[in-house]
Nanobody, 118 residues
Framework: QVQFVESGGGLVQPGGSLRLSCAAS????????MSWYRQAPGKERELVAV????????HYADSVKGRVTISRDNAKNTVYLQMNGLTPEDTAVYYC???????????WGQGTQVTVSS
C-alpha cells in the first residue's frame, strides 16, 4: 500500500530555513514525478514544487520560486524540500505525493506542519 511519511517541519522565525523529507513506500518512486503541496489554514491545498522522475527538471510555484529547492534520492525512496527565506505566508501543512498530468496520484499522508513566526 502506498504511504508517504513527511517530516522536518517545525516552528521557525521569519528568514529561517527548513528541510522537509518525504519517505515514500508501496510503489516504485523512481518511475514517478514527485511533488510537494501545502495547505494553509482556511485555504485549499496548493502545489509548491514538482520534480521529474529522474530529477533532471523542476518546477516551482511563483510564491516560492528562488527560495525553495525540491530534490530526490530514488535509492532512498525519499523526496526533499529545502526552504530558505521563510515568511509567515509559508505557514502550512506540507505534503508530498506522486503527480501525473497536474494531479496528485495517491492518498495523502499526514503531512508536516511548518509554522513561521517570531
Amino acid at each position: 500500500q502506498v504511504q508517504f511519511v513527511e517530516s522536518g517541519g517545525g516552528l521557525v522565525q521569519p528568514g529561517g530555513s527548513l528541510r522537509l523529507s518525504c519517505a515514500a513506500s508501496g510503489f516504485n518512486l523512481s518511475t514517478y514525478a514527485m511533488s510537494w503541496y501545502r495547505q494553509a489554514p482556511g485555504k485549499e491545498r496548493e502545489l509548491v514544487a514538482v520534480i521529474t522522475s529522474a530529477g533532471d527538471s523542476t518546477h516551482y510555484a511563483d510564491s516560492v520560486k528562488g527560495r525553495v529547492t525540491i530534490s530526490r534520492d530514488n535509492a532512498k525512496n525519499t523526496v526533499y524540500l529545502q526552504m530558505n527565506g521563510l515568511t509567515p505566508e509559508d505557514t502550512a501543512v506540507y505534503y508530498c505525493n506522486a503527480i501525473s498530468k497536474g494531479s496528485a496520484m495517491f492518498y495523502w499522508g499526514q503531512g508536516t506542519q511548518v509554522t513561521v513566526s517570531s
